[in-house]
C-alpha cells in the first residue's frame, strides 16, 4: 500500500490516479446488507446495494436516471419510463 504526496492511496499499484486505486480485485463485505454510495455523500449519492440473496439494486437520487450505455447503444431508466437509444431523434450524447 502507497499514500503518494496529493493523498491518494494504491493498493497493489505505486502509481494511484485517484483518491482510491485498486489493482485487482475488490471485496466489500459485512455482515448485513452492503449499500455502496456513489458521488455526493447522504442522500444525494446513487447507491449499489447487495440484499439478502442474490439480489443487487441500483438506483440514483429521487428522480435520477440510471443509464446503461456500450459503444453508443443506450438503455434509460426513470422513474416515469424505459428509453433506448433508437427512442432518441435528435442523438445521445450519453452520460447520467
Same mark, same amino acid.
Given at each position: 500500500?502507497?499514500? %503518494?504526496? #496529493? &493523498?491518494n492511496?494504491?493498493?497493489?499499484?505505486? %502509481?494511484p #490516479?485517484?483518491?482510491?486505486?485498486v +489493482? &485487482?480485485?475488490? /471485496?466489500?463485505?459485512?455482515d448485513?446488507d452492503? =449499500?455502496?454510495?456513489? &458521488?455526493?455523500a &447522504?442522500?444525494?449519492?446513487s447507491?449499489? +446495494?447487495a440484499? #439478502?440473496? %442474490?439480489?443487487? +439494486?441500483m438506483?440514483g437520487?429521487? =428522480?435520477?436516471?440510471? +443509464? @446503461?450505455?456500450? %459503444?453508443?447503444?443506450s $438503455? $434509460? @431508466?426513470?422513474?416515469?419510463? $424505459?428509453?433506448?437509444?433508437? /427512442?432518441f431523434?435528435s442523438?445521445f450524447?450519453?452520460?447520467?
Amino acid at each position: 500500500m502507497i499514500i %503518494d504526496s #496529493s &493523498g491518494n492511496v494504491g493498493i497493489a499499484t505505486t %502509481d494511484p #490516479s485517484t483518491k482510491l486505486h485498486v +489493482y &485487482g480485485e475488490l /471485496t466489500v463485505q459485512s455482515d448485513a446488507d452492503s =449499500t455502496m454510495l456513489l &458521488g455526493n455523500a &447522504g442522500t444525494n449519492a446513487s447507491k449499489i +446495494y447487495a440484499g #439478502s440473496g %442474490d439480489a443487487l +439494486y441500483m438506483g440514483g437520487h429521487n =428522480t435520477a436516471q440510471l +443509464y @446503461f450505455n456500450t %459503444d453508443g447503444a443506450s $438503455i $434509460i @431508466f426513470t422513474n416515469e419510463q $424505459i428509453l433506448t437509444s433508437a /427512442t432518441f431523434t435528435s442523438g445521445f450524447a450519453g452520460g447520467g
